[in-house]
């Protein structure tokens, strides 16, 4: 199965990396550093220099924080995608967003795929996604509520009701009339999940993957990293791209990240061990 977005077709082995800039003033990787418009946009150019494919937008941190209207998400948003998509035209331009009001105007503005992290709290959002003929992804979060932390959470078996909500979520959105070679899935790090949640989540990917869809991970410098390496916010790298070998060598397609460039690196490389791609040199034992 081929992913298309925006103008671009990526094949099934291709890795794809997916910038993250946030229009919040209260992230917990960057703490606003991207809130003012400069600021974005010159992010937007060093994530695409540094080999992103998608530029992921959102104006609504995904943990606890001040309340966000729609009107509030969507002026942060809007005109933002706007001038992306006029400065980039070629980029592809995602919109975090699990309410459908915000998803029709960013679709308005120029977005070719809308990441509904919440996993389809509004399900009216996939119809959105239906009436503009953009991506969307389908996120397990467990059934928790946008904006909460897991309590107490508890599965039989994690992977498998990934594996379970996944199936029936995608199921939906299709028969609503999203386009099946513009869904990906995503098994929703640290939503609904504690660390070792997350954990079996990562080794269990090819569960997964097997569905046949794109898989989307979204694990930089999160929760769940920081917990097993006992390690604050700016210190996950090394374990965040640990875990991005991981998911890459399991079947995972796109790599939703803060830091494009080390995150393409390691991809390329691991698919190069994989055998789906070549190395960009090869000079040793030739001359």
């Known amino acids: 199965m081929s992913l298309r977005l925006g ?23 960057d703490r606003g550093a991207t809130f003012s418009d400069s600021h974005a946009f010159d992010a937007v150019t060093a994530a695409i220099d540094d080999g992103a494919d998608i530029i992921d937008i959102g104006g609504v941190k995904a943990g606890p924080g001040d309340e966000v209207d729609v009107q509030e ?16 035209p070629d ?29 389809g709290f509004d399900p009216q959002v996939a119809a959105v996604a239906a009436r503009h003929d953009v991506g969307l992804v389908c996120t397990h979060t467990g059934g928790t ?8 959470v508890a599965y039989d078996d994690v992977m498998g009701d990934v594996v379970r909500f996944i199936t029936e979520d995608t199921e939906r959105v299709v028969a609503l009339g999203v386009d099946p070679d513009r869904v990906l899935v995503d098994p929703g790090h640290d939503f609904g999940k504690n660390t070792r949640h997350s954990l079996a989540t990562t ?63 390691v991809v390329a490389m691991v698919s190069a061990i994989r055998g789906q791609s070549q190395p960009a040199v090869a000079r040793r034992g030739l001359a």
């Open 91 to 119: 980029a592809i331009i995602s919109v975090d967003t699990w309410r459908h009001e915000v998803a029709d105007a960013v679709c308005d503005a120029g977005a070719d795929l809308l990441n509904d992290a919440w996993g």
């Open 145 to 152: 509520s946008p904006r909460t932390r897991p309590h107490r």
């Open 7 to 29: 103008r671009r077709t990526f094949a099934r082995d291709e890795p794809v990396v997916m910038a993250i800039i946030n229009r919040t003033p209260d992230s917990f990787f």
């Open 73 to 88: 998400e969507i002026r942060r948003t809007v005109g933002f995608v706007a001038s992306v998509r006029a400065t980039h």
């Open 203 to 265: 080794g269990e990917l090819g569960r997964l993957v097997e569905l046949g869809w794109p898989v989307l991970v979204s694990l930089s410098n999160k929760d769940f990293v920081g917990e097993t390496l006992d390690l604050p916010v700016e210190e996950r790298l090394v374990g965040t791209l640990a875990a991005t070998a991981v998911s890459a060598w399991l079947g995972a397609q796109v790599f939703r990240v803060h830091q494009p460039k080390a995150t393409r690196e």
